[in-house]
């Protein structure tokens, strides 16, 4: 059985805002915690929109996350993260470019940046 970690468990791993809830979360990450690609989303949003972290810090600090938690694809995490720093695709658009190189999965999109990544 997997432990999944919603954003928020991340978010107090890596913030460490909550001296009371670190503990719990940095166990959880140290034990084995799975990281869907969703929450990785819902975590770049949150620290891009309310933390106002760089992207390019955004980027580095979970690029290193991923090699502490398991994840189904840790290369296309990786790939999609290392996009979100340099360029200013949204991080879903980042993902969906990540899947298509490392997968070959098709992408259709009427958002023309994303599009002239995916050529």
């Given at each position: 059985m997997r432990t999944l970690v919603d954003a928020n468990v991340v978010l107090r791993y890596m913030l460490r805002d909550d001296e009371n809830q670190f503990p719990?979360?940095?166990?959880?990450?140290?034990?084995g915690a799975f990281l869907l690609p969703?929450?990785?989303?819902e975590i770049v949003y949150v620290l891009l929109?309310?933390?106002s972290v760089p992207r390019e810090d955004i980027a580095?600090?979970?690029?290193?996350?991923v090699?502490?938690?398991?994840?189904?694809?840790?290369?296309?995490?990786?790939?999609?993260?290392s996009t979100f720093g340099t360029t200013k695709l949204?991080?879903?658009?980042c993902l969906l470019a990540a899947y298509n190189n490392h997968l070959g999965d098709k992408v259709v999109s009427f958002d023309?940046?994303?599009?002239?990544?995916?050529?």
């Amino acid at each position: 059985m997997r432990t999944l970690v919603d954003a928020n468990v991340v978010l107090r791993y890596m913030l460490r805002d909550d001296e009371n809830q670190f503990p719990t979360a940095e166990r959880t990450i140290r034990e084995g915690a799975f990281l869907l690609p969703e929450v990785l989303a819902e975590i770049v949003y949150v620290l891009l929109g309310v933390y106002s972290v760089p992207r390019e810090d955004i980027a580095s600090r979970l690029q290193i996350l991923v090699k502490e938690v398991q994840s189904e694809h840790p290369d296309i995490l990786t790939t999609a993260l290392s996009t979100f720093g340099t360029t200013k695709l949204d991080f879903i658009d980042c993902l969906l470019a990540a899947y298509n190189n490392h997968l070959g999965d098709k992408v259709v999109s009427f958002d023309r940046k994303l599009n002239r990544l995916l050529q």
